[in-house]
Nanobody, 115 residues
Framework: VQLKESGGGVARAGQSLRLSCVAS?????????MSWYRQAPGKPRELVAE????????NYSDAVKGRFTISRDNTKKALSMQMDRLKPEDTAVYYC????????WGRGTLVTVFA
């Protein structure tokens, strides 16, 4: 499985961005949980949001709860995350992650939020 993220960029605080991740390769059907992680400069990578195969079990970190929305489209083999009311502290590289037959990471997409 390969994961490719897109949608990062620069936003002002209060604005919105939408991240997308597309899965390709073999054994895509075996992917169970898909997640977004982020890593800010000088900080460890942290879980932002995760969803199970049918979007029936979704979890968010306290830092983004109520502002970010994760969703998964299995027909398109895609994961997305709508990020609203962005804050400067949301600045980070965002990574797509999949758990299936193996653990897979995308290469990341940079989100920069300025005040």
């Amino acid at each position: 499985v390969q994961l490719k993220e897109s949608g990062g960029g620069v936003a002002r605080a209060g604005q919105s961005l939408r991240l997308s991740c597309v899965a390709s390769g073999s054994n895509i059907v075996n992917i169970k949980t898909m997640s977004w992680y982020r890593q800010a400069p000088g900080k460890p990578r942290e879980l932002v949001a995760e969803t199970t195969q049918d979007n029936d079990n979704v979890n968010y970190s306290d830092a983004v709860k109520g502002r970010f929305t994760i969703s998964r489209d299995n027909t398109k083999k895609a994961l997305s995350m709508q990020m609203d009311r962005l804050k400067p502290e949301d600045t980070a590289v965002y990574y797509c992650h999949a758990v299936g037959d193996e653990l897979t990471w995308g290469r990341g997409t940079l989100v920069t939020v300025f005040a």
